[in-house]
């Protein structure tokens, strides 16, 4: 789907970015390692800013961005009510957060809008800002599959890391690729599971007998009270269900979180963000 197939007035679009989620792709997904003149490795910075401007460059459209980042306890409401989520990362290679002062400071020189909440994930940031501002068109750049669940009329999903022509996620490929509506996403990945998140989801049920149990558009109770927990898969789904509906309560975002600042409604000109190296070198950090 185009940008121009989507948004076919050119409206200006909100783009909700997740941070970390780039942050983490311009680090480790990156095509090449960038060193500044000094030899430092500066890719991390570089690249985020690069794949901001191409993200932006892709709507073409006026676009207001905002890019959230995840707060320091974010992780911990989701984890009290399962340790283990998220506890496969507890490995993970967390120098790219070396770079995120300098990267808030970097935004702020281009006029970019970033937010943060400390209790709370981005996820559930960008939720509550998709939310708040209805009647818009918005786009969250994010490679997460979860943000899928917030996708309607209005809001779609941006992963550059799709050819240019199938980067903008709606409803219709959801639907088409996974058999189940945006609104039912977390029930759909409660029962299939996530690894990405640690959630190991009902042994024997896969994308495909999870999106039957779901068909036209079933809740998880409405499709247990609809008889369609069969077979063995079913009888396990039946004696784990509140982990499962446990499960579906950590997937879902929430929507109404205190945020400290809100979008200002301050449009970028995409074709006139700096690019990467000029940022890199306002900073200080190219020499």
């Not at 009647?135 to 917030?150: A, E, H, N, T, V």
Request: hydrophobic share 45%; with cysteine; net charge negative.
């Amino acid at each position: 789907m185009s940008s121009a197939e989507w948004n076919e007035d050119g409206e200006e679009v909100l783009l909700l970015v997740d941070g970390f989620n780039l942050l983490w792709r311009a680090a480790f997904g990156f095509p090449a390692v960038i060193r500044n003149p000094s030899g430092i490795d500066v890719t991390a910075i570089f690249a985020f800013f690069a794949l901001l401007r191409s993200s932006c460059r892709t709507l073409n459209t006026p676009v207001e961005c905002v890019v959230c980042f995840d707060g320091e306890d974010g992780l911990q409401s989701r984890q009290a009510s399962d340790s283990e989520y998220k506890q496969n990362r507890v490995d993970v290679d967390l120098s790219p957060l070396d770079w995120l002062d300098d990267i808030k400071k970097g935004l702020d020189v281009i006029g970019v809008g970033w937010v943060e909440s400390c209790a709370h994930e981005a996820d559930d940031v960008i939720a509550t800002l998709v939310n708040r501002s209805a009647g818009r068109p918005r786009s969250i750049l994010s490679m997460d599959k979860d943000f899928y669940q917030l996708i309607d009329d209005e809001v779609t999903v941006l992963n550059t890391v799709k050819k240019r022509s199938r980067a903008i996620v709606n409803r219709t490929e959801v639907v088409d690729r996974f058999g189940v509506e945006p609104r039912q996403w977390c029930d759909f990945r409660a029962l299939m599971g996530d690894p990405s998140d640690n959630i190991p989801g009902v042994r024997g049920i896969g994308k495909i007998r999870a999106a039957r149990i779901l068909a036209n558009g079933l809740t998880l109770e409405e499709a247990r009270a609809a008889g369609r927990l069969v077979g063995a898969a079913g009888a396990t789904a039946e004696q784990m269900w509140d982990k499962v509906l446990t499960w579906r309560q950590m997937i879902r975002f929430q929507i109404d979180i205190d945020l400290p600042t809100l979008p200002q409604r301050t449009p970028v000109d995409a074709a006139y963000l700096p690019l990467a190296a000029a940022v890199v070198n306002t900073l200080g950090l190219w020499r």
